[in-house]
Nanobody, 126 residues
């Protein structure tokens, strides 16, 4: 059964760091693009970052560039999101998703990701 589980969320003070983990089971992430998305209360879901199958494409939302870093460990079937210099407006539920990789052009996914986790809460507050 295909499954994604996110972990690593929590409460952190502004300026702090968290590392989110995305663990996949039931499929091999080697052949999939993986993305991190977030949804804050009252707002729509937005893409935060994504990574291609071969690591040569890593994309970030402008608001997190220079602060967040995405990486993948295919051997462990896991993807990570290192989040530094966190701000209150980073507070949201963070989701990991896997999808068909884009073969050409700008982006990570061909269409929308098909497999989603249930999310992990990140709260940045003093």
């Amino acid at each position: 059964q295909v499954h994604i589980v996110e972990s690593g969320g929590g409460l952190v003070q502004p300026g702090g760091s968290l590392r989110l983990s995305c663990t996949a089971s039931g499929f091999t992430i080697d052949y999939y693009a993986i993305g991190w998305f977030r949804q804050a209360p009252g707002k729509g879901r937005e893409v935060v970052s994504c990574i291609s199958t071969s690591d040569d494409t890593k994309l970030y939302q402008d608001a997190v560039k220079g602060r967040f870093a995405i990486s993948r460990d295919n051997a462990k079937n896991m993807v990570y999101l290192q989040m530094n210099s966190l701000r209150p407006d980073d507070s949201a539920v963070y989701y990991c998703a896997a999808g068909t990789p884009l073969n050409s052009g700008y982006g990570c996914f061909q269409g929308s990701p098909g497999t989603w986790g249930s999310g992990t809460q990140v709260t940045v507050s003093s």
